[in-house]
């Protein structure tokens, strides 16, 4: 192709078909985009519905935007169309119902015009109504920048299955002339061959590209067994093993473990619905999967994988069957749980199939290293009373063993050298295979030894041990669940030393100190900004607040002006709105929260270490040591929210959406109840509902309850009984019924989650039990997990029961439509 002047940097390919609910967010993505310079090629690929009305109105207000029509051919066929149309300098593709992040283009084409590099790629998010996740195609891949890299030298590379996230040379595209296959999952073969004759390949840390998910995820119970689906997974599998094979043969295990993960399973679950005069072709196209992956690639899965495998080859269509369902309910209960065989007391899975002729007793044999100590971390609270404590619940078990109440759990709290035996109180909880059990403890840590362990030591940590029967297994406590145990409170224990509960990253659960800590003891709202006021433990003339945003973003400094106060000092900083928000980007297409945390410069700022050298002291935290929670201002159609961090440090919070968060939780006389505060807008031109996502469906299934209004603080009730009264007739998970409902805000044609606020996460989870409308017990939780980088933390209410349950008066697919009732 000859490249003339005044072609277009970036010639921009998007298929469409059926996607009228979606289009316009993904075109009005790509019309914002900071690089200018593009042309957009939408290729209608016979789309029946009104995509192309919607395409055409884009095409009418923008010239860079034009239509190419085809007949449906499928995605394939249609990015090849969309390509021969492309003049520009380089080339992308967008799916037509995802997002492209404001930048990515721009930075992916930057990075290119730097490096040289064959192409370039770049982080994604995964994202619906109620989450923002990192997409788990590329999170390892693009977890830092890299430039000029290879996937023989990254070799994570090749986990990055998808075309979509990534701007390619066109000249490099032209030179090994790539097509679509057209088949489904055509994504691959073409990647993963762009990335081994690259010549190098940039990767962007920064998240370019916004990946649409299902509302409710994906479930065997609602698919519909579709052998052409299947038999094209295969096709694009040996198409990727063929390239893999012959240019790249090193890359050959991780990528087969890749399609063993994706593929071979979808294979083995699609056995739950195939019907029987499709079981025997549906078995072949398993076993020339097998065939393609290799003995290695099968000796590495998981015995219960290994056994689906046997079960094929042996044209064991019932037990086939009995295994797909099994797992896609979870493998929970007795399934999950191994069971001792006399006389030699081996451990073996209690899978179905033992019975079969063909079975060996490698496929039930359970690996020591999974017999291991399970100790979680559930709830953090500091009490007080006589002895005030950090009193620590949890659960420690040892997989695959019943524990009883003649089982026994140790807890022993270890600074330094030293460590002291904790008293546990045992209690029945949820075991890891989904089993009520006495694995619960809980233990105090008594606030007037934690005094005495912080001059001997930089952490406190908690030693586990469990015995059951003739097994012992010891370990750290390190697993946390979401709520309090990932976002406690901190404590003074004097006026120069903190106590702070929490894990850093894959490290153990401990207590840490802050010595002599700095806290914010006052916020001023003032019509420009805020005005801070500051309490440092010990005496200081100087120190600068330093605000630090996310990577890429220079850090803001203000200073602040000290002055002493008893032994200490008391400092104050004004801090106007403007530069509480420089450097951030209001026009992202999926609402991303953004943050400063706040640090105080240490004084003196630099000391000399034990070899002489003049060094830069660490920034020093500021904590928040305010009584009330989060401190919420409405600012230019946007909501600064001066909150916490995990770690308790001071944070300043930005969205660009009219975000509502919940703040308290709490159930009584069997009413779920929620609060919180209407910061912006009108409340009566939202509609809050609790809703569930049917397994398979993106339509909500609405509960039927509205929020209420009281001055400025909103609260939605909803009796638990009614959550529990609905259900899909195919929603079932380890013997109990489990629905899971979504607190969800409808606004302006479409649905967000409502958030929740940090300090409500810490006292979290809500946990719950009761009685159903027709007397079977009920249990649950309220949780929510805030993340201060992004829109997650939806609040979500997890309902189960035994028994099936009786049909509720659900509306499926409606939108709920009520205002808000004024209180």
Known sequence: MQFGAGQP??????????????????????????????????????????????????CAEDPRFRIVTQENQGLGP?????????????LTFVDSDDLVSRHGFE???????????????????????????????????????REATHVLEFRDLARDRMVWNKVYRRSFWDEFGYRFPAIRYEDYPVTLA?????????????????????????????????????????????????????SAPVLRPLVADLLADSDLLAVLQAFYRVPEDSAKDLMALGEELVDLLGARALRKRHPYDRLQVEAMRHGDLDLLRVLAERRDEGILGDLSRAHTVPPLGRLEYNYPGRDRPWTSTSLYRVPRRAVALRATVGSVEWVEGERPSLRLGGTAEIRHVPTTDRSSIAVRAIAGESSIPLEVRRSTAIDSHGNLAPVGFEVDV?????????????????GVEVRSGRYHRTGILRATKPGSPRWPEFRRLDATLVAMPGQRGGWPYAITWHREPILLEGVDVRPDGVLLTLRAATAR??????????????????????????????????????????????????PLTRVRSLS??????????????????????????????????????????LSRTATSQVAVAETDLLA?????????????????????????????????????????????????????????????????????EDSVLGGDERLLWHLLEYNDGGARAVLVDPFAAGRLPVRFEGTAEDGHPLHGWVQGEPTLTQATGALRATIMRESEPERGSATVGRRPGLPWRKG
């Open 9 to 58: 940097r970036l010639s921009v390919v998007v298929p469409f078909y059926g996607v009228e609910a979606y289009i316009r967010d993904c075109l009005a993505s790509i019309r914002d985009q900071s690089l200018r310079d593009i042309e957009v090629i939408l290729v209608d690929d016979g789309s029946p519905d009104g995509s192309r009305v919607i395409a055409e109105e884009f």
């Open 78 to 90: 249609a990015r090849n169309t969309g390509t021969e149309e492309a003049v520009g300098e380089y």
């Open 107 to 145: 930075s992916m084409v930057d990075s290119l015009d730097h490096s040289g590099s064959s192409l370039a790629g770049g982080n994604a998010w995964r994202f619906n109504s109620s989450h923002v996740t990192a997409s788990w195609a590329h999170r390892v891949a693009y977890a830092r920048s």
């Open 194 to 246: 762009a990335h081994i004759d690259a010549v190098t390949v940039d990767c962007l840390a920064q998240t370019v590209y916004c990946w649409r998910e299902r509302e409710s995820g994906d479930s065997i119970t609602q698919q519909v067994f579709r052998y052409d689906n299947l038999r094209d997974r295969i096709t694009s599998a040996a198409m990727v093993l063929s390239v893999v094979d012959r």
């Open 446 to 462: 008594p606030l007037d030894h934690m005094r005495t362990w912080a001059d001997s030591s930089d952490q406190l940590t908690f």
């Open 541 to 590: 003339s100087k120190g600068d607040i330093v605000l630090a945003w996310s990577p890429g973003i220079p850090e803001l400094r203000r200073p602040c002006d000290w002055h002493p106060d008893g032994a200490g000092a008391v400092g104050s900083v004004r801090l106007g709105f403007g530069e509480l928000v420089a450097g951030a980007d209001h026009d992202e297409p999926i």
């Open 600 to 641: 105080v410069v240490p004084d003196p700022p630099t000391e000399v270490d034990d070899e002489g050298a003049i060094v830069v002291r660490p920034l020093e935290p500021l904590l928040w040591g305010l009584a009330e929670g989060t401190i919420a201002v409405p600012r230019d159609g946007r909501v600064l929210r």
């Open 660 to 728: 509502t968060y919940a703040d308290r939780v709490e159930v009584a006389g069997g009413v779920l109840v929620v609060e919180g505060r209407v910061t912006i807008g009108d409340p009566t031109a939202a509609s809050l509902a609790w809703c569930h996502f049917p397994v398979g469906s993106d339509d909500p299934v609405d509960a039927g309850v509205r929020a209420s209004v009281d001055g400025d603080r909103w609260s939605i009730r909803v009796p638990l009984r009614r959550l529990a009264s609905f259900t899909s």
